[in-house]
């Protein structure tokens, strides 16, 4: 075997350290190089033995691995519905009831209930919940009531005797359509008996206005002319006859019953006689206008 530098250096090294271990240790010089000459000679001896290779391992066989099948989702069990639809429910009024329909969820609480249909024990207790909620709504807030009904039942509930929880989806509450139209036309008859009864205290007061107001004396009558007419004297006194007997007649006296004498009263031009009856009269839109705002504050607080 052909030796490499680095197993001459060793060979040498260990020869010079026996060389001085013999002159430290003060033996002859011909022990010292003898001792050197064993010592390389084992070494060289060391150094031309064939170190032994590892054997080679075995290639192990490898088996091909099979793709392992994803594992399958959990699966959830949904709650069990049941739908109801056109369950008729009462409402404040006892002449509409509502229409009600909806998707009833449920789920058991107590395992092997003793009951058979839970199905029917949860409708039955949403019901209830839905009745006691809408006999306390006007029919007229159709839009309203569904959406508080809807929030309300889709809380989850215990029925009476607990053995189910009951929630509600896809709730819908409306009027039949007759009930509908109904309410339409009871509305429309009550705005228009509001309207004449708002008509007639108009007319009853105006009619007050002149019998107590205006026409209490004759004093008075040609007093509401003149404000009426500012700067018409001449006139009001022509027409003083005129609203004496207006005052007269708007105030009768039960004490007498014969009318004053027309003679001593002067006489009334036809021309002014029309100005006051015109004055008298007035317009629809002055009488509006004057009394409305009172009589809507009235109409509103009955």
Known sequence: MKLD???????????????LLGL????????????????????????????????PLAPVATTPSTPRAPEPDPVFNLPPTRTIADVRLPSVSPDFQFSFSAIVHWSAVLSGSRHADLGSVAVDA?????KALTTAQQPTEESLNQHRLAALL?????????????????????LPDADSKHLQILAALHRREQTALLERRMERDHRDYLKD??????GSAAVWWLVNNPGQVEKATDLLGTLAELSAAANPDDSTTEEPPRAELPPTPDKSTAELAAALTPSEEERTSKHNGEYREQFFQD
């Open 24 to 55: 430290v240790l003060h033996l002859p010089g011909w022990v010292a190089v003898l001792v050197s000459v064993i010592g390389l000679g084992t070494a060289a001896i060391v150094i031309r033995e064939p170190v032994p290779k590892p054997a």
């Open 5 to 19: 530098k680095s197993s001459l250096l060793l060979s040498a090294g260990v020869v010079a350290f026996l060389y």
């Open 126 to 130: 949403l019901l209830r919940r839905a």
């Open 213 to 218: 107001d205006v026409l209490a004396t004759p």
């Open 154 to 174: 889709g809380e989850p509930s215990l029925d009476d005797r607990g053995q189910v929880r009951t929630w509600a989806t896809e709730v819908r509450l409306r």
